[in-house]
């Protein structure tokens, strides 16, 4: 049996490393792509979003390496940016009023027909969207 796809964002995986409302949902769904229940994609440009928002919210520098390496060892299907990726993003990001980052975002469940999980509100109101 093929295993779900899930996309999520930012918003998302931020929450992994910050104790906040949402924490022990997105947990769980790293515990079930650990586990390959699910399969998470992301976009490349998603460990500078969360290696940037760490640095902001003040932690070290030791704090972003030992990140940086949890990150990468998660084993995301992590998709490279191209030309019919941007496409679609930009497509998106104009329809929902979207920056073009959230656009990648979007287009990534687009293209793969799957839900996009994210806590940011205006995002989740997008037909892939799922509010975490």
Request: with cysteine; glycine share 4%.
């Amino acid at each position: 049996m093929e295993r779900q796809k899930k996309v999520i964002d930012a918003s998302v995986i931020m929450k992994w490393f910050n104790v906040e409302i949402g924490t022990k949902e997105a947990l769980e769904l790293r515990e079930r792509h650990l586990t390959k229940e699910i399969i998470i994609i992301v976009p490349e440009l998603i460990f500078m979003e969360i290696i940037n928002g760490l640095k902001y919210k003040k932690h070290d520098e030791n704090f972003l390496h030992r990140t940086n390496k949890a990150l990468f060892e998660t084993q995301f299907h992590i998709e490279r940016t191209n030309q019919f990726i941007m496409e679609k993003a930009i497509q998106l990001s104009i329809k929902y009023n979207l920056s073009l980052y959230d656009g990648i975002y979007a287009a990534l469940a687009q293209i793969h027909g799957c839900e996009l999980i994210t806590a940011d509100e205006k995002l989740s109101k997008i037909p892939q969207g799922k509010r975490l």
